[in-house]
C-alpha cells in the first residue's frame, strides 16, 4: 500500500508517524548497504545523500513468476529494479573487493540486458551518530528506515515527519566498517584500473597521430 505521507495535520503527522512504525516488522531483519556520497550541514536541510546499488531492466523479459499473499503465477517482467543487499554468493555482507569485483562479473556475462544502477536515497545526519559518518563510507540501513528514507527521497513523504521519524528509528542505521574497507579498496582498484587505461591509450593515440602526420618537406626541394 503507498501513501501520500503530505499534510499539514500534526495530528495526522503523529497517526501517520504510528502507523510507519508498526507497518512491516516482518522484515525488519533485513539491511540494505549505502554509501554516504554527500552531507550537507544547512540547518533547514541536515542530510546526508547517499547511493545504493540496484540491478535494473527497462527490456521486458519472460519466463518470471511472481509469489505473493494475493497473487501466485506467471509474470511478464518491465522495469525492474532490485536493491542488491550482498554479494552474488550468498554471503550477508561484502568482505573484501573481490565481493564487488563477482557482482560486475556476473553482471558483464548477463545477456538479458540487466545492468548495474547506483540510486540516491537521502537519510538525517542525526541517523548516523559519529562513527564513520564520512564520504565513502557504508553503512546498513533496516528496511523499516530504508522505505521511509525512499519514500522521502521520492517526495512522499515531508520533511518534518521524516526526520520525527528517523530519530525513532536511529539503531536501524549502523556503520558497517568491515564493507567500508571493501568499498575503499575495490573503489582504488577502479581508479588504478582507469589511470592505466587513460596512459595506454594515451600512448597509442600519439603514436597513431605520428604515423599519420606529413612527412616533414626537405628543406633542399624546390617546387
Known amino acids: 500500500m503507498n501513501f501520500i505521507l503530505q499534510t499539514n495535520s500534526k495530528f495526522m503527522k503523529r497517526l501517520l508517524l504510528e502507523v510507519l512504525l508498526k507497518g512491516n516488522r516482518r522484515m525488519r531483519h533485513s539491511t540494505v548497504p549505502v554509501i554516504i556520497d554527500s552531507i550537507k550541514k544547512d540547518e533547514g536541510?541536515?542530510?546526508?545523500?547517499?547511493?545504493?546499488?540496484?540491478?535494473?531492466?527497462?527490456?521486458?523479459?519472460?519466463?518470471?513468476?511472481?509469489?505473493?499473499?494475493?497473487?501466485r503465477g506467471p509474470i511478464l517482467l518491465l522495469g525492474m529494479s532490485a536493491i542488491i543487499v550482498g554479494p552474488p554468493s550468498g554471503a550477508p555482507s561484502f568482505a573484501s573487493p573481490d565481493d564487488f569485483n563477482e557482482l560486475m562479473k556476473v553482471l558483464d556475462g548477463d545477456e538479458e540486458d540487466f545492468y548495474l544502477e547506483q540510486n540516491a536515497i537521502w537519510l538525517p545526519n542525526i541517523s548516523f551518530g559519529d562513527a564513520g559518518h564520512d564520504r565513502g563510507a557504508v553503512f546498513r540501513v533496516g528496511l523499516d528506515a530504508f522505505r521511509h528514507a525512499y519514500a522521502y527521497t521520492e517526495q512522499h513523504m515531508d520533511q518534518e515527519l521524516f526526520m520525527e521519524y528517523a530519530r525513532?528509528?536511529?539503531?536501524?542505521?549502523?556503520?558497517?566498517?568491515?564493507?567500508?574497507?571493501?568499498?575503499?579498496?575495490?573503489?582504488?582498484?577502479?581508479?588504478?584500473?582507469?589511470?592505466?587505461?587513460?596512459?595506454?591509450?594515451?600512448?597509442?593515440?600519439l603514436r597513431?597521430?605520428?604515423?599519420?602526420?606529413?612527412?616533414?618537406?626537405?628543406?633542399?626541394?624546390?617546387?
Open 45 to 71: 536541510f541536515p542530510l546526508t545523500r547517499c547511493f545504493y546499488f540496484c540491478i535494473e531492466t527497462a527490456t521486458p523479459q519472460s519466463g518470471w513468476g511472481l509469489t505473493t499473499d494475493w497473487y
Open 168 to 205: 525513532s528509528m536511529r539503531e536501524d542505521v549502523f556503520f558497517s566498517e568491515e564493507e567500508t574497507k571493501a568499498f575503499a579498496a575495490w573503489d582504488q582498484e577502479l581508479l588504478e584500473d582507469v589511470r592505466a587505461e587513460y596512459h595506454q591509450n594515451r600512448d597509442e593515440m
Open 208 to 223: 597513431t597521430r605520428d604515423q599519420d602526420q606529413d612527412p616533414e618537406p626537405d628543406p633542399g626541394m624546390t617546387m
